[in-house]
Structure formats: C-alpha cells, structure tokens
C-alpha cells in the first residue's frame, strides 16, 4: 500500500496554477527550502497527512469535475514513488507538476504522465509577476508534450 504525505487540496479551483480552471493538491514535504518560498508551511513532511494512493484518487476524482489537477508542494519529487502511483492513477487526468527541480532532474516516468510541468527553484532576486505560472525569472512553465521534447 503506498501513501503520500498531504498538505491539502485547495477548496477552489485555480486559474494561476496551470492552463485552465484546476484543482490544486498541496503535498507536503520539501527538501529545497529556497529563500522566500510562499509555501513553508509546507516542507516538514512529518506535518501532514498521511493518505492511501488510492483513497487520495478517489477524493480528487470526487473533487476535480473537470479533471484538471496540478501538484504542487513542497516538493512533489520528495515522494516520487508514491506521487508516480498517484499520477498512474489519475492517468485519463490532464495533470500538471510543479518541482523546484531542473527538468533533466525529474524521471522519465513521471514526465510520461504530464500535459503540463513547472521546473526550476524559486530565486527571490529573480522574482516576477509577469510571466504566467512561474515566481521567478530561472523557472520554466512547459507543456510535456511539445515544450520537453524539444529541450
């Protein structure tokens, strides 16, 4: 049985967390803690929620109408096994990932389930409100399909 530490699932959906109206899934857990992170509350792992795979694709099938979900964090990498159980589960969902990590740092595996990725850490001298989907200036919002193909 595989768990994943949670954070929470957001009441409402989001328009800034992806392309589209989404529901957003707060893990819990980060081994980054870059500088002026919006989410610290996030990043002791022992803090959250412990959920079954499943039951948790339950409740986001019961949550997200429209089947639009982004993961963020803390760090979603930090539980990778379970977080690659969760997204095979919800594998007919247009799924969206948000990591601090470089995108030559996130399994193959992983990438094969996404429409959508954030990557890079949150630099607080880069910070900017411009530029869609992303904090800072370093980060890159991709689409899977077309944008990671080519890099």
Same mark, same amino acid.
């Given at each position: 049985?595989?768990?994943?530490?949670?954070? $929470?699932?957001?009441?409402?959906? $989001?328009?800034?967390?992806?392309?589209?109206? *989404?529901?957003?899934? =707060?893990?819990?857990?980060?081994?980054?803690?870059?500088?002026?992170?919006?989410?610290? %509350?996030?990043?002791?792992?022992?803090?959250?929620?412990?959920?079954?795979?499943?039951?948790?694709?339950?409740?986001? *099938?019961?949550?997200? =109408?429209?089947?639009?979900?982004?993961?963020?964090?803390?760090?979603?990498?930090?539980?990778?096994? %379970?977080?690659?159980?969760?997204?095979?589960?919800? $594998?007919? =969902?247009?799924?969206?990932?948000?990591?601090?990590?470089?995108?030559?740092?996130?399994?193959?595996?992983?990438? %094969?389930?996404l429409k959508y990725i954030k990557v890079g850490p949150f630099v607080q001298e880069l910070k900017i409100t411009t530029k869609p989907f992303v904090g800072s200036k370093n980060q890159e919002f991709l689409e899977v399909s077309r944008d990671v193909?080519?890099?």
């Open positions: 049985m595989a768990y994943l530490y949670i954070n $929470s699932i957001m009441d409402n959906p $989001s328009l800034c967390d992806g392309v589209g109206y *989404r529901t957003v899934l =707060f893990l819990q857990g980060c081994n980054l803690h870059c500088t002026g992170c919006q989410n610290q %509350s996030t990043w002791d792992i022992t803090k959250g929620k412990k959920i079954d795979v499943k039951e948790l694709a339950k409740q986001l *099938r019961e949550k997200c =109408f429209n089947k639009k979900l982004t993961i963020t964090g803390g760090e979603p990498l930090m539980q990778k096994d %379970s977080l690659l159980e969760l997204l095979n589960e919800l $594998s007919d =969902f247009d799924l969206c990932l948000y990591t601090g990590h470089e995108l030559k740092e996130v399994p193959a595996e992983i990438l %094969s389930y193909k080519t890099k």
